[in-house]
């Protein structure tokens, strides 16, 4: 079965809506899986520049009412609780998009529903315990950290289980093509009720301060989380049998810690700079920097709306052993990923200044630094998410080979770059390790599973 589909030629539209509506249908239209991919896809992105938006805009809020260097301490703060709570499922929530498509062409269902209740309630556990050792280290470390930083990351320890929880159903919402429902609540519900809370604070007159935003920011991700997982329980209900239950912890996560380590390094990869940045240079200048990678976020929401809605079906084409069906996905969903990808760096590119001029006009300054950054988002959009394609087929020990590598050459040059050039040496030290990045996985897929992965040239060998 092919991955296009096919339509007919419609006969002379006649004017520009027609045209545009016969566009989109020809794009979106049909029921084959490259169609039920765009449109997912479609959905996805969507969230995302939604999200986006609704990012953007609380970005600008708190950098215009916090100042600074409390703004500073907060995406300090906040970066930490997106590194660590994506890492702490112990890569579940992208394991459950290998095991319930396997599970489900398997007929094991009791493995099924002891996956889809126990793998939450581990997550949540554990990633409580981790907190509170982090805590811990928190107060042990204390007299080295910047003071007003040491509340706000006690309250970023108590955010971490609830983000967690929430990463894991964002999988298993994946795996049952409920995207709206794994995303809209991180996404949306969320950056919403962050803008709510904090524009109430500063409407009532109190002082919003690193502490009083990473208040509002734990009290999102709880209450999103919640509200998620009441639809979610109730959607499985009506789709999954009801019947027994076998817990597999084990064999999860045997199949979930490689794939942590792929999505550890991407994820330190992504923050690397950050986090490195406060090190070494002024909190004003890593929220100017911040401001550039934000402002440059769609460009990644390309590449992630294409990885939620494709990893899945990896699994399954593998599972059934459909290599020319796998094979014609891949080149659909890297070319779906590049030449988007493409178009929007160039939009962000052009339309820089004023996006930054909204945090504030000293922002500005970090224009030339998005030209740097962008860089290495367009040549690793150029392989498409074949990151998941290795996950999905067993190849994830290669895959975070290649993390690794790239995450330490970014950690390299980011200490010998930042210190002289700040934010242009942080951006510039990214960039070259994503491109190390794209050529090792290039590679590795080339070598491992005879596919050329490259947005252009040959599709096959």
């Not at 999103?224 to 049998?241: K, P, W």
Request: aromatic share 10%; hydrophobic share 55%.
């Amino acid at each position: 079965m092919a991955v296009t589909d096919a339509h007919s030629t419609p006969a002379q539209p006649a004017g520009a809506l027609t045209r545009l509506r016969a566009m989109l249908g020809r794009a979106l239209g049909g029921s084959g899986e490259a169609s039920v991919t765009k449109r997912l896809a479609g959905t996805v992105f969507i969230i995302r520049v939604v999200s986006a938006g609704l990012a953007y805009l609380s970005q600008i809020l708190l950098a215009r009412w916090m100042g600074g260097s409390d703004y500073g301490v907060y995406v300090y703060v906040w970066t930490w609780v997106l590194l660590l709570g994506s890492m702490m499922d112990f890569g579940i929530s992208v394991s459950a998009q290998k095991l319930i498509p396997e599970y489900r062409t398997r007929g094991d269902h009791a493995l099924l529903r002891g996956f889809l209740s126990g793998s939450r309630w581990m997550t949540l556990i554990v990633s409580s315990i981790v907190s509170l050792l982090l805590a811990g280290i928190v107060k042990l470390s204390s007299p080295w950290i910047e003071p007003g930083a040491v509340v706000p990351l006690y309250i970023g320890c108590l955010t971490l289980p609830a983000f967690v929880v929430a990463n894991t159903q964002d999988g298993i919402a994946r795996s049952h093509d409920w995207m709206r429902l794994g995303l809209m609540p991180q996404f949306v519900v969320r950056q919403s009720l962050i803008i709510g809370f904090t524009a109430g604070a500063f409407v009532l007159g109190f002082h919003l301060g690193a502490i009083a935003a990473m208040l509002a920011s734990a009290a999102a991700v709880w209450i999103a989380m919640i509200g998620q997982m009441i639809v979610m329980n109730r959607r499985l209900r009506d789709t999954v049998e009801a019947g027994p239950k076998a817990y597999d912890f084990r064999g999860w996560l045997a199949v979930s810690l490689p794939i942590l380590m792929v999505e550890g390094f991407y994820l330190l990869l992504s923050y690397t700079d950050v986090l490195l940045l406060q090190q070494f240079r002024s909190s004003e200048e890593v929220g100017v920097y911040f401001a550039v990678v934000k402002t440059l976020a769609l460009v990644s929401f390309i590449h992630y709306a294409m990885s939620a809605t494709t990893a899945h079906r990896f699994a399954q084409y593998h599972a059934t052993g459909d290599r020319a069906r796998l094979s014609a996905y891949v080149a659909h969903a890297i070319k779906w990923t590049f030449w988007p990808s493409l178009a929007a760096t160039a939009l962000l590119l052009a339309f820089g200044k004023p996006l930054l001029w909204l945090f504030g006009p000293q922002f500005v300054a970090g224009y030339d630094i998005m030209f740097i950054a962008a860089i290495g988002l367009v040549v690793r959009s150029a392989i498409g998410p074949v990151e998941r394609l290795l996950n999905m087929l067993g190849h994830q020990h290669a895959c975070a080979l290649a993390y690794a590598s790239a995450f330490v050459m970014n950690v390299v040059l980011c200490v010998l770059l930042i210190p002289r050039f700040g934010g242009q040496g942080a951006a510039a030290a990214t960039s070259i390790a994503l491109m190390s990045e794209t050529v090792l996985l290039f590679w590795i897929v080339r070598r491992r599973l005879g596919l050329h992965v490259l947005a252009f040239g040959k599709r096959a060998s």
